[in-house]
């Protein structure tokens, strides 16, 4: 089909045929084949230069394709997303800069923030009374040797099943469920210490759940900036194992429960308890060379040091080391971790994760050594339920990649 000649509005957004390619996920070839089947409109660009496109009808035939595209690096599914960016050994969300985030809000106050686009100061999560009694029953009744991970597991499934409204999809609806899963998962877990902050920030009442130690200002900065930090990183694993279950419709306990799946992995989300028992280690000989000398002989990484994403240090762990710089019993710990990064740089230039971070964290303030990944859990949460909100946009099922069959080639004897 050949380019249609027509007058158009000066004020109109055109695309180029390269950025309707890249908006699609396609090559340039395949927007003409578009055209050519009557799927997009092409006009002359003015002076006879290529063809433009309609900004609007080319977002909506990427919403009908499934807005999939192999990246430029190995042909796996790339999704379009607005909701984080990672750039230059920085991480944004909606373009602005995590740390500045966690350095002026609340983790309620950027989820919030992050799921509607207002900005509420001072704003509280709090747990519905049925689905928090249901999640305490439940978590009550396991074993007493369970794990911070799998308390939280089971008092989302009870939580979910005492909501009988779970599979509204609506916005709003989503957005009040998220409200007050987040809180119910916290507040369903066993407190430490006697609590202080029952209707505090949630921050205030995670800390009774990880430690008995008492909190202290500085302390409790670091927590929820922590929770800030790990809201969202990208299609991590577990926010694909997320999104999958959105693009198929799942309610959002089912989407939370498929991301703790994917969460549960010395390589994701548990990634922080090899270095707070390192750490442990490190300030029990009183030095780190022993301890990074005992992970290379077995063959293992360092804990805590690099990521895939960040040439250089990963920006998370720079803002909690800053902040970390304030509590006075986290010294120790803090020295430590300068400790292993100093002596594996040495032979190779890793630096410090978020991983690295929560662990001196966890150590300084007695916590066990899956505290960090209870944090991740409890802040990846709102992430979750974002990504969820953007995928319920998009057309159903989209997440449906094609297999590559290597077995034997039909027919085949029966067995």
């Known amino acids: 089909m050949a380019d249609q000649q027509t007058t158009q509005d000066p004020g109109e957004r055109r695309l180029s045929t390269r950025e309707a390619a890249d908006r699609l996920g396609?090559?340039?070839?395949?927007?003409?084949?578009?055209?050519?089947?009557?799927?997009?409109?092409?006009?002359?660009?003015?002076?006879?230069?290529?063809s433009t496109?309609?900004?609007?009808?080319?977002d909506a035939l990427a919403r009908r394709a499934g807005r999939r595209e192999p990246s430029g690096s190995g042909g796996e599914l790339t999704v379009r997303t607005g909701i984080t960016l990672i750039d230059r050994d920085h991480c944004y969300f909606r373009g602005v800069d995590t740390s500045e985030l966690a350095a002026h809000y609340s983790y309620e106050e950027v989820a919030e923030w992050l799921w509607t686009g207002e900005l509420h100061r001072g704003i509280r999560f709090?747990?519905?009374?049925d689905a928090l009694s249901a999640a305490r029953h439940a978590v009550a009744a396991l074993p007493a040797h369970s794990g911070q991970m799998d308390r939280l597991r089971v008092a989302l499934i009870a939580a979910a099943a005492a909501d009988p409204l779970r599979f509204d999809l609506s916005e709003d609806a989503v957005l009040d469920t998220?409200?007050?899963l987040i809180p119910t998962l916290v507040d369903a877990l066993p407190p430490?210490?006697?609590e202080q902050h029952t209707a505090g920030p949630l921050a205030a009442r995670l800390w009774s759940r990880l430690t008995s130690e008492p909190a202290d200002a500085p302390s409790l900065r670091v927590l929820d900036a922590a929770l800030v930090l790990?809201?969202?990183?990208?299609?991590?694993?577990?926010?694909?194992?997320?999104?999958v279950a959105a693009s198929a419709r799942a309610h959002p306990y089912a989407i939370v429960s498929a991301g703790f799946g994917a969460l549960d992995g010395p390589l994701h989300g548990a990634a922080s308890g090899p270095a707070h028992r390192m750490l442990l280690e490190v300030l029990d000989r009183g030095s780190a060379a022993a301890a990074v000398a005992d992970h290379l002989r077995a063959g293992r990484r360092v804990p805590g040091l690099g990521h895939i994403l960040y040439p250089g240090e990963d920006p998370r762990a720079r803002t909690l080391f800053g902040l970390l710089a304030d509590v006075p019993r986290a010294q120790p710990a803090l020295k430590a971790a300068r400790d292993v990064v100093a002596t594996t740089a040495r032979h190779t230039a890793l630096h410090a994760?978020?991983?690295?971070?929560l662990a001196v964290l966890t150590v300084a303030t007695g916590m066990p050594s899956e505290a960090g990944e209870t944090v991740f859990a409890v802040a990846r949460t709102a992430g979750w339920i974002a990504h969820a909100l953007e995928e319920y946009e998009e057309r159903p099922i989209r997440m449906r990649p094609s297999g590559q069959y290597r077995g034997p080639r039909p027919p085949q004897p029966l067995p």
């Open 230 to 243: 790990l809201i969202d990183h990208d299609l991590a694993a577990s926010t694909l194992a997320a999104r």
């Open 26 to 50: 396609v090559k340039p070839e395949t927007v003409y084949a578009y055209v050519s089947r009557g799927q997009l409109t092409s006009h002359r660009a003015p002076g006879g230069r290529g």
């Open 126 to 129: 709090a747990a519905p009374q």
């Open 192 to 194: 430490q210490a006697p």
């Open 53 to 58: 496109f309609d900004a609007k009808e080319v």
């Open 353 to 357: 994760n978020v991983d690295l971070a």
């Open 178 to 180: 998220a409200r007050g």
